[in-house]
């Protein structure tokens, strides 16, 4: 079994299935969009039970890196652009990765704060492959963006969002994305699988506090054998972030509900920084 199809049996395990043969977003759903024009790195710091099936003692500098931006070119439509990283590393010395993601383009469209909102997109297969940073990668922020880091996988994705925002600072958002993973390896077996992502989320901001939660879902659509509760996964997070001129820190941590991821991922804690260009 080459690496490709064996990363793609672990990770699709988790929803109760197996390939016979073999969030999603550019920007992370818990990051707040500043404008038409704006730079984000995520940092994220998975925390991985010693008992899973990555079973090793990492540094605390293994993390994934999210270097993502949105720039307008019309009317309320923006391109959008993100670059995966991952880095890890053993406390014993004996394995130490850095890993290329797949790079996102795609655009929206909609106003940025409020209202419908829509993407459209391609991940593009960059990923590096045969290495523990890849996995890594995958797992850190596995619900809503493991197509970012899959070897030889060409994911499009399609998502329709709508948010709301009170005048009093109260906000709801959804969201609902399928993504076709398409394989563009030599391996054999299905050619495409698809998954749906889904999302609800409220928050209250004011003009420099924002702080919020929400909810989030992968739903396999193309498994068979398998009931609802073995095609899905699911994780509760939680945001806050300040609002400082151009710029937004922020921080947001995000916990899995579903028993099989919990019993190889604890938590996930990330970082970011945004810059407001226009």
Same mark, same amino acid.
């Given at each position: 079994m080459n690496w490709r199809r064996g990363i793609l049996v672990v990770l699709l395990s988790f929803l109760g299935a197996y390939l016979n043969a073999n969030e999603i977003l550019a920007q992370s759903i818990w990051l707040e969009p500043l404008g038409d024009k704006e730079i984000n790195l995520e940092i994220i710091k998975p925390a991985f039970n010693e008992d899973g099936y990555l079973d090793a003692d990492f540094t605390t500098f293994t993390l994934t890196y999210f270097l993502s931006g949105r720039f307008a070119f019309g009317e309320n439509s923006?391109?959008? %652009?993100?670059?995966?990283?991952?880095h890890a590393a053993t406390d014993d010395g004996n394995d130490s990765d850095t890993a290329v993601g797949n790079l996102y383009l795609g655009a929206e469209f909609g106003q940025v704060r409020s209202g419908i909102q829509g993407d459209v997109g391609v991940r593009i297969p960059t990923a590096s492959t045969d290495n523990i940073a890849s996995i890594v990668g995958a797992f850190s922020d596995y619900v809503d963006r493991v197509e970012a880091f899959l070897p030889e996988v060409l994911s499009v994705i399609a998502a329709g969002k709508y948010k709301y925002r009170s005048s009093e600072g109260v906000g709801l958002g959804v969201r609902l994305a399928p993504v076709l993973w398409i394989d563009t390896g030599d391996g054999g077996g299905d050619s495409t699988e698809l998954f749906v992502l889904y999302s609800l989320m409220a928050w209250y901001e004011s003009e420099v506090v924002g702080i919020g939660g929400g909810f989030? %879902?992968?739903?396999?659509?193309?498994v068979s054998d398998a009931d609802f509760g073995q095609r899905t996964n699911h994780q509760l997070g939680v945001f806050a972030n300040l609002t400082l001129g151009r710029w937004l820190p922020g921080v947001q941590l995000r916990v899995p509900l579903d028993e099989d991821l919990k019993d190889l991922l604890a938590t996930e804690i990330s970082f970011s920084i945004g810059v407001k260009l226009d």
């Amino acid at each position: 079994m080459n690496w490709r199809r064996g990363i793609l049996v672990v990770l699709l395990s988790f929803l109760g299935a197996y390939l016979n043969a073999n969030e999603i977003l550019a920007q992370s759903i818990w990051l707040e969009p500043l404008g038409d024009k704006e730079i984000n790195l995520e940092i994220i710091k998975p925390a991985f039970n010693e008992d899973g099936y990555l079973d090793a003692d990492f540094t605390t500098f293994t993390l994934t890196y999210f270097l993502s931006g949105r720039f307008a070119f019309g009317e309320n439509s923006r391109i959008v %652009g993100e670059l995966p990283l991952a880095h890890a590393a053993t406390d014993d010395g004996n394995d130490s990765d850095t890993a290329v993601g797949n790079l996102y383009l795609g655009a929206e469209f909609g106003q940025v704060r409020s209202g419908i909102q829509g993407d459209v997109g391609v991940r593009i297969p960059t990923a590096s492959t045969d290495n523990i940073a890849s996995i890594v990668g995958a797992f850190s922020d596995y619900v809503d963006r493991v197509e970012a880091f899959l070897p030889e996988v060409l994911s499009v994705i399609a998502a329709g969002k709508y948010k709301y925002r009170s005048s009093e600072g109260v906000g709801l958002g959804v969201r609902l994305a399928p993504v076709l993973w398409i394989d563009t390896g030599d391996g054999g077996g299905d050619s495409t699988e698809l998954f749906v992502l889904y999302s609800l989320m409220a928050w209250y901001e004011s003009e420099v506090v924002g702080i919020g939660g929400g909810f989030s %879902g992968r739903f396999f659509a193309t498994v068979s054998d398998a009931d609802f509760g073995q095609r899905t996964n699911h994780q509760l997070g939680v945001f806050a972030n300040l609002t400082l001129g151009r710029w937004l820190p922020g921080v947001q941590l995000r916990v899995p509900l579903d028993e099989d991821l919990k019993d190889l991922l604890a938590t996930e804690i990330s970082f970011s920084i945004g810059v407001k260009l226009d």
